[in-house]
């Protein structure tokens, strides 16, 4: 089930929690690196490429929301982040600096494992298809169907993993309202008003990278009482 080849960095100040999921993902067929704050993952990826970064909220010194934000400003890798039970702000504020997914704490390791292999499935494949390629056009944003890339003029536009996803999910049902529930159900996460309002936050970081104004939307549009919408020139 898991990708044997997937390099994880834990990012957790709490050195058990640290050694207890590393132990546990390694059995799982996972390479891990752990971190024990912000500045020794920082050293780390400065050196290291990792397929997903899985990353405790609440550390001392720099916290992980703050790093969140500083790594989506150079890299698309995935980013689940440890939240503590309870803490909306935390998640909704997570979600907004370019987290994938949160997961709150305590938590079963086999729930983390799933999560783990949901999100990594969910990072588009690089082919060597050399078919024409099926464009979305979204005003100066052109959007690659089969290799799941944006880009704006030459310059190609980092999607994280759920951004891809999204757009993979919209880009194959153009002009049709999906509701907040069928994104949910389609991003492979649980059922429930907070992963609802998650799929917004993920709505709003997609559009600031589509749209020449995010807040009057052209292309990925709210539908009242339906939904979001992508609407391709």
């Known amino acids: ?89 935390d998640r909704i504020a997570g979600l907004e600096a370019g987290a994938d997914d949160y997961l709150s704490k305590p938590f079963e390791p086999k729930e983390l494992l799933l999560r783990i292999n949901a999100i990594l499935r969910r990072m588009p494949e690089t082919t060597a298809d050399e078919a024409a390629p099926k464009l979305l056009s979204l005003g100066p944003i052109r959007y690659d169907i089969e290799r799941g890339e944006m880009w704006k003029g030459e310059d190609m536009v980092r999607l994280t993993a759920t951004e891809s996803q999204l757009m993979r999910i919209f880009s194959a049902r153009p002009g049709e309202a999906l509701s907040r529930g069928k994104l949910v159900e389609e991003l492979g996460r649980d059922k ?42």
Not at 200 to 226: F, H
């Open 192 to 233: 429930g008003q907070a992963q609802e309002r998650a799929v917004d936050v993920q709505i709003t970081r997609l559009r600031r990278k589509i749209e020449s104004d995010p807040k009057q939307p052209r292309y990925l549009q709210t539908v009242r009482g339906a939904g979001y919408m992508l609407a391709p020139d």
């Open 1 to 89: 089930m898991s990708d044997p080849d997937a390099h994880l960095l834990i990012v957790d100040d709490d050195e058990r929690i640290r050694g207890l999921l590393q132990k546990f993902l390694m059995r799982h067929g996972f390479l891990v690196s752990a971190a024990r704050d912000a500045a020794h993952a920082r050293r780390l990826l400065d050196g290291l490429e990792f397929d997903m970064i899985v990353l405790d909220v609440m550390m001392p010194g720099e916290d992980g929301i703050s790093l969140t934000r500083a790594i989506r400003q150079t890299s698309t890798t995935p980013i689940m982040l440890l939240t503590a039970k309870g803490e909306t702000e």
